[in-house]
DNA sequence: ATCCTGATTTTGACAAAGTCCAAATCTTGA
DNA sequence: TCAAGATTTGGACTTTGTCAAAATCAGGAT
């Protein structure tokens, strides 16, 4: 994220110490949950309430700063590359999360096409597998 | 779902009352949260604990006899349709999810090949939108 | 048909991830 | 510098699900 600070007020959202720390947390660790935000966010400014994490990265959510993402059987979590349509790969044992360009973005099956009646507006793809370092630990 | 006895039997799962009625009621309704097949389940067969229908639910999804599907923003649900590729279209709004078969489900975004060094075993698709109930609704 | 053994069910406590609310504090614009 | 409205905080609470121990049940052997 190049100016955390100017892109708060780009969005009309006013410019606190929790805002920008959460900010950055979140540019420096792509894939965060909450807790890790938070954990990473303290570093920086010594102390701050759990709620205002959630409440920051609601506000910052909202407004499309930055994105959630909330694969099975793992808390949410954020990372700060917006706008593009990237999608995910986690593994089943340790949850790490890499991006994945799509090959074929606007091939049909992904294309926001009509179903049922449904307005679609997102497809969403997550690739679940194992990461290399999961494969060679033995599988408990 | 033909005959949920045998189908039991087939996994070498011994056959309860329980059981029978959970399994019943995924088939009834597919994409059901665990409470909602508690309460199908109950009427059924009077009574069942929670816990019960939690055990029962994870023996099925191991054993692969129903699916778990868990979208974000909502608690998990089943389905007894398994062993295609099916994906899912949920409603932002009020959660309904309808089966989407995938049109190419070949394509080369959708094939399980090798990133970052990741063991791929499933893609899985969600689509988002809104359904035509929720499309009339007042947008709160 | 009955009994034994291991599996299943039940109950109640517990855990993780978030949200709600009211009071205190801070940002921003005038 | 100040007031007004937004943000932050702390604590209680909710939802979804799991853990553990005791009670009960299913299925095979007698």
Redo the contacts between chains.
């Keep these: 994220m190049r100016d955390p600070e100017a892109t708060l007020r780009q969005h009309d959202l006013p410019v606190t110490a929790q805002r920008l720390a959460v900010l950055r947390a979140v540019s420096r660790h792509p894939h965060a949950t909450a807790d890790a935000v938070a954990e990473s966010a303290r570093e920086e400014i010594g102390t701050i309430s759990r709620q205002s994490v959630y409440n920051v990265l609601n506000v910052l959510t909202d407004k499309g700063i930055i994105r ?3 694969p ?2 793992s808390p ?1 979590r954020y990372e700060d590359r917006v706008g593009d349509n990237h999608h995910h ?1 986690v ?2 044992s340790c949850g790490k999360t ?1 991006d ?1 360009c ?4 606007d ?4 294309t ?1 096409h009509s ?18 370092a999961c ?1 060679q630990k033995p599988r408990n």
């Design positions: 959630r993402i909330q099975a059987d949410a790969l593994c089943r890499e994945v799509c090959a074929v973005g091939a049909p099956c992904l926001a179903h049922h009646g449904f307005k679609i507006d997102e497809a969403e793809v997550i690739y679940w597998g194992t990461c290399p494969q």
